[in-house]
Each structure stands twice: as structure tokens, then as C-alpha cells.
């Protein structure tokens, strides 16, 4: 059982209005921290979005309080992992906290306000009451947001455990446009966790209040980004409190990722990636640093549609592709594909959908997905390796050299067909009147005639081998050899 651990620290919030500069789009909200907004140049990033309804942020968490005012109308119905229903209210407090810095409303005269506020929260629950999370549920759940619709997940949970089936799924997640955004944890350390040192993952750790990375926060060049941390926030029970550690920083960044989403609905998560990272100013222990969300939206832009097809399962007959466009399915593009299998460099179409199921009649071949659209580009996936073929000889393995004592003999493997062979040549010393029942004298492409050769002929054994089974072909023997 491999457990996460939540970092969230929740504080007594101490009111602490800073002297706000004159914006048009500064949220109104008594408790709205504008020090820590300005940090990472949020008021000029609202000139531009505030983000959309149709950018929803899945919180990974404890659940989210849906009836809190300032939460009010912005979470969809969620799912509870833990307990395998949809009620994904929050009995912790943990994930309220980061649903309110992610997304809490603005200028509703009550409480704080979110990054993205015009954005909408869906609450996933994975983290039971004893505060701990299994990383098999966390994939689940990010599985579950990405089948949703969500744009943005983020998961301010964290573990030692580098769980393949958990990097599968942020893989996948980043494949289908959807950004995922975790904590990197409250340790001081640099060990790394997962999964925010998942190279697919845009890990956070949280800076101090003087500036430069927080002791507690982890570090190391795993760790792409940091932001202010201590965020005042939603509380269970209708409440405000300040969401303190890595957990309250993460949901800033995926706040302002949700809101380079809201601008840009094309963008591929490596461009969204690319533009937090060009723009981030350095701070040591960290590999980019410090997000500017006002720079990031300038550098993104609004990229048109540009498919990054991708492919993900085994070549193999009786295995299923899935391909991924690269693009949000927000953004509402209606993709057609075209499974293709390519023999050289001839390739005909061979399925259609999302998802292809591989075929005897693939064995041999390597298979590709071409993605077009209206107004869009059409791109092709890479290929897949072979898809595995049995292997058969076509023409016999053979000998090359002269029939002497001290000779030096080459064996020829002959041809053969078949994926992924691997090759095997033994050296067989023939009886004098028979081949049949002959000595293995050698392995090897090579064999010199010994003196015990003279007066009998050598063959060549190659046995070709792939993981469908294997084949022996025997050459012609030699002369007898002098
Ligand atoms: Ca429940
Ligand atoms: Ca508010």
C-alpha cells in the first residue's frame, strides 16, 4: 500500500490587507492578498482573463465544501474515491483550502478571491480520513478528470513511491491537452516526490514571505516553479484561513495555468509549460522559477490548433492503440483519425476512432495515426515498433570459405522473415557418410578448421528467434575438409 501525504499547514489568518495599486480588475474581496497576487503579477494578468466557465480545475484533495459562499456555484458535482460515491464533500479541510486559492469567487463582497475565479472547481476525492491517499486512487482520479473535461488537475499531495501506473496517467493527461500541476512537498528536502517530479508534471514548491524558496519547501531541479505560499482561503464550515506550504502554492500555479487555458484553448500543455517557464523569474533550489502569470499569458499568446498526435499502447495483435491529439477537449475540436499500417514506406488507412485494435493482418508492419480537422493542420504520430510476425527462413543459411585445415569459414544466416529476431549459429561436424546425428563443434559466425575436421564436412544450425517462437535452418554442408 503505498500512501501520499497532504501538506497543507492551515494557519489562523492574521488580516492583512496591502495597500492595493489601481487596477482595473483587483478583486474587491476583503481579504483578497494582494502582496502575494502581485508576486506573481496576477492584477495585470485579470486585465487580460479571469478565466472561464468552461475551465474546470479538478482538485485532487479531500474533497471540496461545495455549500461554502465563496465557493458558491463554482463546483460541479465531483466523485469520492475513497468512499465510491458522488459526494465528494470534504470532512478534512484540505481541499477546500486549495479549491479557494485555484478558484474562490471575486468580488462578491465576502472573503478572498481564487486566481481563476471565473473558473469552476470539480472535486475528487482520494484522501481518506486518516489523511493519506493511495497512489493507484490518485491515477484513478486524474484518469476521471481528463475523461471529464477537466483542463487543469492539481494534486497538493505527495509521496516517496515513483508509481509507474500513476506516471502512465499524467502522461496520458498531458497527451490530451490537460495540465497537471503538484505539490512538491514540505520536507526541506530534495528526495524527490511524486507525483510532482514526474517530468510530466509542473511541480511547485512555495517561497517565503521575504522572497527566495521557503526552508520547508523541497527543492531540486525536479522542482520547475515556485510561488508565494500562505494564501488566504476557503475553510470548511464557511470560514477563511491562510493555506500555508507546498499544497497552498500549487493551486496558485494551476490558478494561473487555468487561466492561460481560459486564453488559450489550443495551446498543447508543452506550450503552456514553455511560456510559465520562459517567463519565470529565477529563484535558487528550483529549476525555472518564480511564475509571472501577466508574462506567461503574453509569451503563450493565442496559438492556433496544432495536433501533437501521440499514441499509447502495445503493437500487438489483440492489444489497442489510443491515440491523443495534444489538444484540450475544451476547446472543442472534433478530430477524425486514420490508423494507418506502413510496410516501407507505403502506408494505407486501415481504421478510423480514437482507439485501434491491432490486427493479424498488422503483423510485420508499423502502425501510425494521422489526425486533421477542419482548419487544422493534419499530423501524423510517430510510428509504432513492428508489430510482432512470426519468423520464417526464406533462404537457407550458407558457408563461405575454403574447405582446409587453418581455414577460416563464414557462416551466411541466410534471409528470414519475421519481427525482432535474434540469431543463433552452431557449428555441426558432419559424419563421414552422414550429416544426420552430427557434433556440435562451435557457436558463432565464425569457425576455423581444426585437424580433428579433416575427412568430414561442416554445416551451419541458425536458429532465429523472436518472441513468438523460434526457427532452425540448416546450410548445405561443405567439401570434405582437407
Ligand atoms: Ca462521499
Ligand atoms: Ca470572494
Known amino acids: ?63 471540496v465544501d461545495a455549500s461554502h459562499p465563496d465557493l458558491a ?19 478534512n479541510g484540505h481541499g477546500t483550502g486549495v479549491a479557494g486559492i485555484a478558484a474562490a469567487r471575486a468580488n462578491n463582497g465576502i472573503g478572498a478571491a481564487g486566481v481563476c475565479w471565473s473558473c469552476r472547481i470539480l472535486p475528487l476525492r482520494v484522501l481518506g480520513p486518516e489523511g493519506f491517499a493511495l497512489q493507484t486512487t490518485m491515477a484513478d482520479a486524474i484518469d476521471y ?90 475553510q470548511i464550515g464557511g470560514g477563511f484561513g491562510a493555506g500555508c506550504g507546498t499544497s497552498g502554492a500549487t493551486p496558485l500555479v494551476a490558478g494561473i495555468a487555468a487561466l492561460l487555458r481560459a486564453r488559450a484553448r489550443f495551446a ?68 477524425a483519425y486514420a490508423w494507418q499500417r506502413c510496410r516501407g514506406a507505403s502506408c494505407a488507412t486501415v481504421g478510423t476512432g480514437s482507439a485501434y485494435r491491432v490486427r493479424s493482418a498488422d503483423r510485420g508492419t508499423a502502425l501510425q495515426v494521422s489526425v486533421s480537422a477542419p482548419g487544422v493542420p493534419t499530423a501524423v504520430s510517430a510510428r509504432t515498433t513492428l508489430v510482432p510476425e512470426r519468423v520464417r527462413n526464406e533462404t537457407r543459411p550458407s558457408i563461405v570459405g575454403r574447405a582446409l585445415v587453418g581455414e577460416t569459414l563464414r557462416a551466411g544466416r541466410g534471409s528470414w522473415s519475421g519481427t525482432a529476431l535474434s540469431f543463433s549459429p552452431t557449428w555441426i561436424r558432419c559424419r563421414v557418410t552422414s550429416c544426420r546425428g552430427g557434433v556440435e563443434v562451435a557457436l558463432g559466425w565464425r569457425y576455423r578448421a581444426r585437424p580433428a575436421d579433416r575427412g ?7 536458429t532465429a528467434t523472436n518472441r513468438l517462437g523460434s526457427v532452425t535452418a540448416v546450410s548445405t554442408p561443405t567439401a570434405r575438409i582437407r
Open 268 to 335: 498543447t500543455v508543452s506550450q503552456i509549460e514553455s511560456a510559465l517557464a520562459r517567463t519565470a523569474r529565477p529563484v535558487a533550489g528550483v529549476r525555472f522559477g518564480l511564475v509571472d502569470a501577466y508574462a506567461a499569458l503574453h509569451a503563450l499568446g493565442q496559438p492556433a490548433p496544432r495536433f501533437e498526435p501521440t499514441l499509447e499502447g502495445m503493437a500487438d495483435v489483440g492489444e489497442t492503440l489510443t491515440a491523443y491529439t495534444g489538444i484540450w477537449a475544451g476547446a472543442r475540436i472534433k478530430p
Open 456 to 462: 568430414r564436412r561442416l554445416r551451419v544450425v541458425v
Open 1 to 63: 500500500m503505498v500512501l501520499v501525504r497532504a501538506g497543507l499547514v492551515t494557519a489562523v489568518f492574521a488580516c492583512a490587507l496591502a495597500a492595493a495599486v489601481a487596477h482595473a480588475a483587483l478583486p474587491t474581496d476583503p481579504l483578497t492578498q494582494n502582496a502575494v497576487f502581485e508576486a506573481v503579477d496576477l492584477p495585470r494578468a485579470w486585465d487580460i482573463t479571469t478565466g472561464s466557465p468552461d475551465v474546470v480545475i479538478a482538485v485532487v484533495d479531500s474533497g
Open 145 to 234: 478528470a481528463v475523461d471529464h473535461g477537466a483542463a487543469v488537475v492539481n494534486v497538493s499531495l505527495y509521496g516517496e513511491n515513483h508509481d509507474v501506473r500513476l506516471e502512465d496517467t499524467i502522461v496520458r493527461a498531458r497527451r490530451a491537452g490537460v495540465v497537471v500541476v503538484a505539490a512538491a512537498g514540505n520536507e526541506g528536502a530534495t528526495t524527490r516526490e511524486y507525483p510532482a517530479a514526474f517530468p510530466a508534471t509542473i511541480s511547485v514548491g512555495a517561497i517565503a514571505e521575504g522572497g527566495g524558496l521557503a526552508g520547508y519547501s523541497n527543492r531540486g531541479r525536479w522542482v520547475k516553479f515556485a510561488v508565494p505560499s500562505c494564501v488566504v482561503t476557503t
Open 73 to 91: 456555484g463554482a463546483v460541479e458535482e465531483g466523485y469520492d474515491f475513497v468512499d465510491g460515491d458522488t459526494d465528494a464533500a470534504d470532512g
